[in-house]
């Protein structure tokens, strides 16, 4: 059984910074692409970012202000997000692509709301 925790979110006045972590736990035997993507109210879910082995890949609107990481070791992914504003506010969530045996298995975290407002 393989999980995903996310942490991080939380309420923020724009121009601030939040980072959002996600774990992953249970039986795999490695980890392919880790990716953030978001869902805003009547929106659909869209790509904010992603790393594989060594390549990282941004939406246009967060290109500059926000980072993706990893941390293999922990089989953690991590999205720090700088300068923050309003269009930002959504549901995160983290998706991770993990290598189950001979096959793939594409997972999601449970999200996590992040609320940009003064």
């Known amino acids: ?3 995903l925790v996310e942490s991080g979110g939380g309420l923020v006045q724009p121009g601030g910074s939040l980072r959002l972590s996600c774990a992953a736990s249970g039986i795999f035997f490695g ?3 880790m990716g953030w993507y978001r869902q805003a109210p009547g929106k659909e879910r869209e790509l904010v970012a992603r790393i594989d082995t060594d390549r990282r890949n941004y939406a246009d609107d967060v290109k500059g202000r926000f ?3 990893r941390d293999n070791a922990k089989n953690t992914v ?3 997000m700088n300068s923050l504003r309003p269009e930002d506010t959504a549901v995160y969530y983290c998706n991770i692509v993990l290598y189950i ?3 793939k298995g594409n997972y999601w975290g449970q999200g996590t709301q ?5």
């Open 78 to 80: 991590y999205l720090q």
């Open 1 to 3: 059984q393989v999980q």
């Open 67 to 69: 980072t993706i990481s």
């Open 31 to 33: 980890i392919d692409v």
């Open 114 to 118: 992040v609320t940009v407002s003064s």
């Open 101 to 103: 045996g001979p096959q």
